[in-house]
């Protein structure tokens, strides 16, 4: 899902995986690993998706760059 954030272009969640994607505006991908669904909504009402991302996501759950 596309966002409108300075930091993050696009936020997608896989419940059944617990996984969640953040495609950065520079391009690059992440999927982060053991993201609850709380989390995940949070993340998308949130006012600021980086801020949000600091903290409670970046440094909180095991994480992989998706290449292209």
Do not use: C, W
């Not at 520079?26 to 609850?36: F, L, N």
Request: zero cysteines; proline letters at 3%.
């Amino acid at each position: 899902m596309q966002v409108e954030s300075a930091a993050i272009q696009e936020i997608d969640y896989d419940a059944e995986r617990a996984k969640l994607l953040v495609r950065f505006q520079s391009g690059e991908r992440y999927v982060y690993v053991g993201v609850p669904g709380e989390v995940h909504r949070s993340f998308l009402e949130a006012d600021s998706k980086g801020r949000f991302f600091q903290a409670e996501i970046r440094d909180n759950y095991p994480y992989n760059r998706i290449e292209t």
